[in-house]
């Protein structure tokens, strides 16, 4: 079988880029998360290309249906299991080559509103993935996130710059932290063990299957427009962020695996087209109902209001601190591997629209929670 034909090249990708097929010429990828958000798309890319794939979710906020067109696919497993079982992830990492770790439990709302679960899962959960792939010497992606980068204001955020993250008393800052500790223990792995570990932060990350549940703005405002309901902007909307389409951070995340120079580095992936949320919230308005009149309240639920501003302290907890602006500097991962992003945050806007308008329309919307692993950013 020809495991990789020239037509299932990357998106971008050099012609020259190196391949790292593991030594039976076949690539057998783990994806921990592999039904959350990302985990899907990146399961299917590299169906696409040749690779043998094995997915592990606990299915706590990931969904079976974010993976079921692929359950009958002859390259695919999927074991419905926590990657804190050491039984089954020892098996499951000695029959891989590459390990994409993204189960992680993720979301702003997720993490103020159970910080327990979010620690444990993310640290205790990447110990276990890196203790498992140093006994059969595996190669690890590790997915981490911008939330590193904190309140650090001195954006675009090269790999180097500093965490600027609150005090433990601010919830928030302990998934930053919990990645953080999961970074640290990836590159100690490396630089001790010689385990050979990639680490790549994403930025947000959006496209067909993300779940508003946990928080994240673009599924949440796609949903309330498409229900005739207001859109909730926090704190002024002039804040900003970058959002990348998921076909392109999964795409980054291919070459990435697929590249020995990136071994032992650290990666921002994200797109760099800076929008306001008021700009987004603007947009969506258009994309789904045509023209509209901007229209605000601050009573929620108010008739015929497009969009309604919710404090920070309302919408996650008091004292609550968000960053105004996170936009990546993606110069490091451009050089080494000619990656970059290729699909306008419009353009995902639409395929977002399309892909949740059924959805909404057949009366279903909350259960268009679909998915989320990892997301993130
Ligand atoms: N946000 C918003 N309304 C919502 C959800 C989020 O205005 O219903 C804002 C949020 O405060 C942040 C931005 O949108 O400034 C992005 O939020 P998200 O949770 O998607 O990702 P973050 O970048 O904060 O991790």
Redesign the pocket.
């Known amino acids: 079988m020809n495991r990789k034909p020239a037509s299932n090249r990357l998106k971008n990708e050099k012609p020259m880029a190196t391949l790292n097929l593991g030594q039976s010429g076949a690539s057998k990828a783990l994806i921990t998360g592999g039904a959350g958000f990302i985990g899907s798309h990146l399961a299917e890319a590299l169906l696409a290309r040749g690779y043998d794939v094995t997915v592990i979710d606990n299915l706590s906020t990931g969904q079976f249906e974010n993976i079921a067109h692929l359950t009958d696919h002859p390259h695919f497993r999927f074991a419905i299991d926590t990657i804190t079982n050491e039984v089954v992830m020892d098996r499951l990492v000695s029959e891989c080559t590459v390990i994409f770790h993204l189960a992680a439990a993720v979301?702003?709302?997720l993490i103020v509103q159970d910080p327990v679960h979010v620690i444990e899962t993310n640290v205790l959960g990447s110990h276990v993935v890196l203790k498992i792939a140093n006994r059969y010497r595996r190669k690890v992606l590790i997915a981490s996130?911008?939330?590193i980068y904190g309140k650090n204001d001195h954006a675009p955020f090269h790999e180097n710059a500093d965490q600027v993250l609150g005090p433990t008393t601010k919830s928030r800052w302990s998934y930053a932290t919990s990645k953080a500790v999961d970074e640290f223990l990836g590159l100690a792995y490396y630089r001790q063990l010689g385990l050979p570990v990639v680490i790549f932060r994403l930025f947000?990350t959006v496209g067909p299957r993300q779940t508003?549940q946990?928080?994240?703005?673009?599924p949440?405002?796609v949903q309330?427009a498409l229900r005739g309901e207001p859109?909730?902007?926090?704190?002024n909307?002039q804040?900003t962020?970058c959002f990348c389409d998921v076909t392109d951070s999964v795409a980054a995340i291919i070459r990435l695996a697929e590249c020995p120079e990136a071994i032992g580095n650290v990666f921002n992936v994200g797109s760099t087209a800076e929008v306001s949320?008021m700009e987004?919230?603007r947009t969506v308005l258009t994309l789904v109902n045509g023209d509209y009149r901007d229209e605000y309240s601050a009573v929620v639920g108010a008739e015929g209001q497009h969009m309604i501003f919710?404090p920070?302290e309302k919408?996650?907890e008091p004292g609550f601190e968000?960053?105004r602006r996170?936009v990546p500097d993606i110069s490091k991962i451009k050089a080494m591997t000619g990656w970059e992003p290729t699909v306008p945050w419009d353009e995902t806007l639409r395929r977002i629209i399309q892909s949740l308008r059924s959805k909404v329309i057949c009366g279903n919307p909350s259960s268009s929670a679909e998915e989320t692993s990892t997301d993130?950013?």
């Not at 946990?214 to 673009?218: L, S």
């Open positions: 979301g702003v709302e996130t911008s939330e947000n508003g946990y928080g994240m703005v673009v949440r405002f309330q859109l909730t902007i926090y704190d909307g804040q962020r949320i987004l919230a919710i920070y919408a996650y968000d960053m996170r993130r950013s």
